[in-house]
């Protein structure tokens, strides 16, 4: 993300840019940062959490893989409500912070990277809501499918449907290669040294490659549903994952996601410490 200390160093830029960095500079701005960071902090608890479910999968569990369920299991911690409460005000903070780079800061590319990802943090913010307050919603596949049945219906609904396929599978591809060629770098301030800093590394790797094959997936299941324009093909990460459970050596690849996404899970925690903000 942008740095937002730029806006207020000189003490008092003027515009709506310069209204959030100073919004930021201050000690609310301060409290806003430290809200946000904590997102990913709860990202991260979320991958780990998913990335246990999933592997709990390729050994026949009958778990449900998606963020709806990891956030159902964290809410059936010891804490309970309480840390689904905590999720949602963390998760909004960075949704937020999101929305207001998307709108302020960047060029045009970058601001809509920032504004989906603000717009994917505060979905989590309402599932969280909807959790702590009994309202259990379904699951990442019914509302897959859900939403394709809607826009199959639409005038050049199967256009639509193949068209938002090939941008998660893109999104995917992006996800690949940011892990391969270690671009997530660039979303810190600082790399932390020694043997620390190549752990975070490596999770980032290994993480954001495996998020990548999962998203793939889901965008390949959205472009058969759109070819075939039966909405009960589109899936989540849920049907993802199962779909790569029918593959040859399908439990190992179920595995090595799953481990993938709880690398994803520690590289969210360093990311909450050294976040580029």
């Given at each position: 993300m942008t740095s937002s200390t730029s806006g207020s160093a000189g003490g008092g830029t003027s515009g709506p840019s310069g209204g959030v960095d100073a919004a930021r500079g201050g000690r609310s701005g301060d409290a806003w940062e430290k809200a946000a960071r904590a997102g990913y902090a709860v990202s991260g608890a979320l991958h780990l959490v998913l990335g246990f479910l999933i592997v709990s999968i390729a050994f026949g569990s009958g778990a449900e893989a998606d963020q709806s369920s990891?956030?159902?299991?964290?809410?059936?911690?010891?804490?309970?409500?309480?840390?689904?409460?905590?999720?949602?005000?963390?998760?909004?903070?960075?949704?937020?912070?999101?929305?207001?780079?998307?709108?302020?800061?960047?060029?045009?590319?970058?601001?809509?990277?920032?504004?989906?990802?603000?717009?994917?943090?505060?979905?989590?913010?309402?599932?969280?809501?909807?959790?702590?307050?009994?309202?259990?919603?379904?699951?990442?596949?019914?509302?897959?499918?859900?939403?394709?049945?809607?826009?199959?219906?639409?005038?050049?609904?199967?256009?639509?449907?193949?068209?938002?396929?090939?941008?998660?599978?893109?999104?995917?591809?992006?996800?690949?290669?940011?892990?391969?060629?270690?671009?997530?770098?660039?979303?810190?301030?600082?790399?932390?040294?020694?043997?620390?800093?190549?752990?975070?590394?490596?999770?980032?790797?290994?993480?954001?490659?495996?998020?990548g094959v999962a998203l793939a997936v889901v965008g390949v299941l959205f472009v058969v549903a759109a070819a075939t324009a039966d909405p009960e093909q589109a899936q989540g990460i849920d049907g993802a994952i199962d779909s790569l459970l029918g593959l040859p050596g399908g439990p190992a690849i179920v595995v090595a996601v799953g481990v993938g996404f709880a690398a994803y899970g520690v590289y969210s925690f360093a990311r909450a410490r050294y976040a580029r903000m």
């Open positions: 990891a956030l159902g299991t964290l809410g059936h911690s010891p804490l309970g409500a309480g840390v689904l409460w905590l999720a949602a005000v963390a998760f909004l903070a960075l949704g937020g912070w999101q929305v207001a780079d998307a709108v302020h800061h960047g060029e045009p590319a970058d601001r809509a990277k920032a504004a989906g990802r603000g717009a994917m943090y505060l979905v989590l913010a309402f599932v969280s809501v909807s959790l702590a307050l009994g309202s259990g919603g379904s699951n990442g596949d019914g509302q897959a499918q859900g939403f394709a049945g809607a826009l199959v219906q639409a005038p050049a609904g199967r256009l639509l449907v193949g068209a938002i396929g090939l941008g998660i599978l893109a999104g995917g591809a992006y996800h690949v290669v940011k892990g391969a060629r270690k671009t997530f770098l660039e979303d810190l301030q600082a790399t932390p040294g020694g043997q620390l800093g190549r752990g975070v590394r490596a999770m980032g790797t290994v993480g954001y490659i495996a998020k």
